[in-house]
Structures are given as structure tokens and as C-alpha cells.
């Protein structure tokens, strides 16, 4: 079983910069395709970002692409989302998530699915005030 803990939401303004955490204490966390995705009051949960499991490939949404960065430190065990120029929409709930399948090496996009990923944290709250 693996674990994953969101830690870095709070409370910012529009255009200031968080950086949230994905950790995986005690479990495979280098073998797994890790992924943010967020959840608006009303809303569906949508995808945010993606990274392999050496870090070697990213993928993003639009609407976070040129703002967000996804990196990860395998020893230490965690996944980082840097976001920058936060907006007002950007305001949800962010869940990381895992999955031991290589997904973004996989032809298709499913790495934007939420069913693909088998492990999911609690979520870590964000929200931009203007």
C-alpha cells in the first residue's frame, strides 16, 4: 500500500508563487508516475500536471502550462509542484496521485484520467485572493 501526503497549500494573493509537496513515505515512490489534479467547489476534478518516474518527462494542462513546474527528488521521496503567477482560478483543493504503470510513456493521453492512478492523497487546499 502507498501512501501519499499533499503538504504547501495556504492562502496567497493573485500572482504570488506556491510550491506544493507529494510525498511517499515508506512505499515504491521512485517506480511510480506521480500526478497533480484539483477540484473546485462544483466542479469535476481536473488534471494539472504529470512526471515519469525518474522525472525525465512532464506534461501539463493548458491552462497551468508556462506557470506550473513539476519536479521530483526520488530520494527523498517527493513530488514538488511549483506554481507561479497564481490566479484566481486557480483556487481548488490539489490531490496528488500514483500509479506504478509508466504512463507517459503509453501512446494516448491517460495520464489525465483520474481513474488511471491507483493511490491518492488527501489533498492540500490553495487559494488566490485578488
Known amino acids: 500500500q502507498v501512501h501519499l501526503v499533499e503538504s504547501g497549500g495556504g492562502l496567497v494573493q493573485a500572482g504570488d508563487s506556491l510550491r506544493l509537496s507529494c510525498a511517499g513515505p515508506?512505499?515504491?515512490?521512485?517506480?511510480?508516475?506521480i500526478g497533480w489534479f484539483r477540484q473546485a467547489p462544483g466542479k469535476e476534478r481536473e488534471f494539472v500536471a504529470a512526471?515519469?518516474?525518474?522525472?525525465?518527462?512532464?506534461t501539463y494542462s493548458d491552462s497551468v502550462l508556462g506557470r506550473f513546474t513539476i519536479s521530483r527528488n526520488n530520494a527523498e521521496g517527493t513530488v514538488f509542484l511549483q506554481m507561479n503567477s497564481l490566479k484566481r482560478e486557480d483556487t481548488a483543493a490539489y490531490y496528488c496521485?500514483?500509479?506504478?504503470?509508466?504512463?507517459?510513456?503509453?501512446?494516448?493521453?491517460?495520464?489525465?484520467?483520474?481513474?488511471?492512478?491507483?493511490?491518492w492523497g488527501q489533498g492540500t487546499q490553495v487559494t488566490v485572493s485578488s
Open positions: 496521485a500514483g500509479d506504478p504503470a509508466d504512463i507517459l510513456d503509453e501512446a494516448g493521453d491517460r495520464w489525465r484520467i483520474t481513474d488511471t492512478y491507483t493511490y
Open positions: 515508506g512505499g515504491p515512490f521512485s517506480i511510480l508516475t
Open positions: 512526471i515519469s518516474w525518474g522525472g525525465g518527462r512532464t
